[in-house]
Nanobody
Framework: QVQLKESGGGLVQAGGSLRLSCAASGRTFSINAMGWFRQAPGKEREFVAA??????????ADSDSVKGRFTMSKDNAKNTVYLQMNSLKPEDTAVYYC????????????????????WGQGTQVTVSS
């Protein structure tokens, strides 16, 4: 089993920044990929970013909504991944979830929720206009 704990959410004004953290514990040696998803009220869970556990590969949502503003990174010593979010917009308001996948290989960057095996509890990000 892998446990994931997110932190760093909160209320921020448009144009501001937040950094989300996700600490992994348990059988972290089984992880091949980490991802961030978000879900706004009434909407489906949406892929934001993924990072291979090796740290060598990253992938971001194709839409212009996050590219250039969000950056995912990893601290190997802490088994923690981060999502740095800059120039936040009201439409970024959502619950952000961290996920870990054990399929594939250590360069894997899956984008579908079904490709992840473990999920955190989510952290609320609210961006005011």
């Amino acid at each position: 089993q892998v446990q994931l704990k997110e932190s760093g959410g909160g209320l921020v004004q448009a144009g501001g920044s937040l950094r989300l953290s996700c600490a992994a514990s348990g059988r972290t040696f089984s992880i091949n990929a980490m991802g961030w998803f978000r879900q706004a009220p009434g909407k489906e869970r949406e892929f934001v970013a993924a990072l291979s556990w090796s740290g060598g590969n990253s992938r971001y949502a194709d839409s212009d909504s996050v590219k250039g503003r969000f950056t995912m990174s990893k601290d190997n010593a802490k088994n923690t991944v981060y999502l740095q979010m800059n120039s936040l917009k009201p439409e970024d308001t959502a619950v952000y979830y961290c996920a870990a996948g054990i399929s594939g290989n250590r360069w894997y960057t899956p984008v579908r929720p079904g490709e992840y095996n473990y999920w955190g509890q989510g952290t609320q990000v609210t961006v005011s206009s």
